[in-house]
Nanobody
Framework: VQLQASGGGLVQAGGSLRLSCVAS????????MAWYRQAPGKQRELVAA???????NLPDSMKGRFTIPRDNAKNTVYLQMNSLKPEDTAVYYC??????????????WGQGTLVTVSS
């Protein structure tokens, strides 16, 4: 199983970006999916999470600016980021709790995609 994240880049403050994360491989089902980020010198933090049923969890600092839609048919989770701020600059990682065809459930991480917000 692999998670492939994409969509990062350089954007001006106030702009928008949409990240994508596609899961591939021996997948039976995708459970919860999420995005985390890690800025230089800081710990990795949760950005947004979504359950199989579509329930979402975002920290207060992200609410109103970020959303986390998912497309179960495409094994894909997105992170729509609006009104970006320089403090949103970080490497963004996708995460998924996946039940594999072997019936083993495990967590997987994508490789990270860099988002840089200029002031």
């Amino acid at each position: 199983v692999q998670l492939q994240a994409s969509g990062g880049g350089l954007v001006q403050a106030g702009g928008s970006l949409r990240l994508s994360c596609v899961a591939s491989g021996s997948i039976s089902s995708l459970n919860s999916m999420a995005w985390y980020r890690q800025a230089p010198g800081k710990q990795r933090e949760l950005v947004a999470a979504i359950t199989t049923g579509g329930g979402t969890n975002l920290p207060d600092s992200m609410k109103g600016r970020f959303t986390i839609p998912r497309d179960n048919a495409k094994n894909t989770v997105y992170l729509q980021m609006n009104s970006l701020k320089p403090e949103d600059t970080a490497v963004y990682y996708c995460y998924a709790d996946i039940r594999q065809l072997s019936l083993i459930t495990d967590v997987f991480w994508g490789q990270g995609t860099l988002v840089t917000v200029s002031s």
